[in-house]
């Protein structure tokens, strides 16, 4: 009985998420996997996907911006999410009313258990019905929740693929320089944006339920709000002083813990003989706050916030008590029954503004903490490419060389005025090798990417033709076939593919393979030997 009472309690979004994890820890899809395995060979086509709309694919396709509109960020953002998130707003303004609903149809079943009411008998059936299905809409909160951050989690996946994007296409360009390109910031940066759209429900919801308990009780339903607001104003005065006598504490604790590091290396101090350097007074000029005294009044903050908490709590309770106890006054007992209900339950919704209040607070800090940030990724977004080696596609003849520079100079920031290679000519003909040697740090890594455009050319001229393969000292292979490995996203051409493995010496070693060049490489090449993965790397760059 307590079972089947629980699985009714639960939600569709409870439910889901009671099927996922049962599903989890009984590995049904891996299961069913091996047991398909067991069977024939898998395919890729095999593994569950996910719908066309969360596809990588499909959002590059929708996320749309233009750099030269104001906020382009922002537009596209929207632009990106608008669809969804008017019906999930919506939604979470009818959950609002719903609760209000709620409240109302409760009202009205009670009095019509009252022997002495004037309401026709459907009335009843009606109120329960009523309660029922705005029960139902407010149990669906978590599920508008979870879909309100997928599309959080869609949009902010859209950012960042474009972020990975234009690099490739802008020869290598660093787009953030210092600044690393964080993801979590770009979800609670898009996450800030829909939790501000989400307060035009809680203003909506608010509002209807003031009116509703204005409705009820008059001029009485502005005591539970009115001390709310001066139990909140209050918080955050103490909040200050509060936040004062944690700072103190933590610097204290910085001091204590360097004290503690220089005990404890005292020995290396002095074999070292490192006591001057650690003697020297402008080490004593140091301003640590373990100087200044604890203020006398820091243990009765500490004591008054407690007790503000505990009257905060306290206030909701005393104010519900005080409009009951006014209310009732004028009322009967018949009738004090059901309206004492809608008053406990419209005082406590009422009674929340201060949450609500410092939710709206705490989004728009959070917002314009998070707004240095969308201005670099705008401005990663608007920056043109750099000044690199120009490409030509035209064919190189011996006049014309595949390759070619005249006293330039390459540094790794184009503001810079400093270069890492400087008045570098070099030319380099069709079917000529060219091995570039020097001592360590003169620049030979260096040359060859700023053949590949990763370093910004400030003077001088050249030009390369054609397209251009690099290999690094450490290739990196991705957890895919070996012939996925080799096309790198190519068109596959047998004739041609038969001929770079034969000219890579992997024959023998797809001839060793289960599945030859369908054999599934580990991540970073784990499961091949070192001058595999050197081989299979010169074979992808051949291919390409």
Not at 115 to 137: E, K, N
Not at 284 to 313: E, G, H, S
Request: aromatic share 10%.
């Amino acid at each position: 009985m307590h079972a089947a009472l629980m699985l009714a309690s639960l939600d569709e979004q409870s439910l889901a998420t009671l099927r996922i994890l049962g599903k989890k820890a009984l590995y049904a899809q891996e299961i069913q996997l091996i047991r398909l395995g067991r069977l024939r060979p898998l395919a890729l086509s095999d593994v569950w996907q996910l719908p066309e709309r969360f596809r990588f694919s499909t959002i590059q396709r929708e996320f749309v911006y233009n750099v030269d509109e104001p906020m382009f960020l922002l537009r596209a953002i929207v632009r990106l999410t608008w669809r969804p998130m008017i019906p999930l707003l919506a939604l979470e303004m009818l959950a609002e009313l719903a609760d209000i609903f709620e409240v109302v149809a409760s009202g009205y079943l009670l009095s019509c258990f009252d022997a002495s009411s004037d309401y026709p008998w459907y009335y009843g059936y009606c109120a329960a019905l009523g309660f029922m299905v705005a029960r139902f809409i407010c149990s669906q909160q978590g599920l508008i929740s979870h879909h309100r951050k997928v599309e959080v989690k869609r949009a902010a996946c859209a950012i960042q693929l474009e972020l990975f994007r234009l690099p490739l296409i802008r020869n290598g360009q660093r787009m953030f320089g210092q600044t690393s390109m964080d993801p979590w910031r770009i979800g609670n940066l898009v996450y800030c944006m829909s939790t501000a759209s989400s307060t035009i429900a809680d203003i909506v919801g608010f509002s209807a339920k003031f009116g509703a308990l204005y409705y009820i009780v008059g001029w009485l339903a502005v005591i539970p709000m009115m001390s709310s607001v001066v139990i909140m104003l209050a918080r955050w005065g103490f909040k200050r002083l509060v936040g004062d006598s944690f700072e103190w504490e933590s610097n204290t604790d910085v001091f204590d813990s360097n004290v503690s590091e220089v005990y404890q290396g005292i020995k290396a101090i002095k074999l070292f003989g490192w006591e001057r350097m650690y003697l020297d007074p402008k080490l004593r000029q140091r301003n640590y706050t373990n100087n200044d005294k604890l203020p006398w009044y820091a243990p009765a903050i500490r004591v008054a916030w407690f007790l503000l908490d505990a009257a905060y709590c306290a206030s909701f309770s005393a104010a519900s008590f005080l409009l009951f106890s006014i209310y009732t006054q004028r009322q009967t007992a018949a009738t004090a029954v059901w309206t004492s209900a809608e008053i406990f339950q419209l005082d406590s919704h009422v009674s929340n503004v201060c949450s609500s209040v410092e939710r709206i607070v705490s989004n728009v800090s959070d917002i314009r903490r998070e707004l240095s940030y969308f201005v670099t990724i705008e401005r990663a977004l608007r920056g043109k490419p750099r000044n690199t080696l120009p490409r030509e596609n035209s064919e190189s003849s011996e006049s014309h060389p595949m390759l070619e520079l005249n006293g330039s100079n390459f540094t790794w920031n184009e503001h810079s005025r400093v270069p890492v290679l400087k008045c570098v000519s070099l030319g380099v003909a069709p079917g000529e090798l060219v091995a570039v040697t020097g001592k360590t740090g003169s620049g030979k890594s260096s040359l060859l990417l700023s053949i590949c455009g990763e370093l910004a050319m400030t003077e001088g001229t050249g030009k390369a033709v054609g397209s251009i393969a690099y290999l690094e000292q450490s290739p990196w292979i991705m957890n895919d076939t070996m012939r996925a490995n080799v096309l790198f996203g190519r068109e596959y051409d047998a004739e041609l593919f038969a001929k770079i493995i034969h000219a890579c010496a992997l024959t023998d070693d797809m001839a060793r393979w289960p599945h030859a060049d369908l054999t599934v490489i580990g991540e970073r090449g784990i499961n091949i030997s070192g001058g595999q993965r050197a081989r299979l790397a010169l074979a992808r760059t051949l291919y390409s």
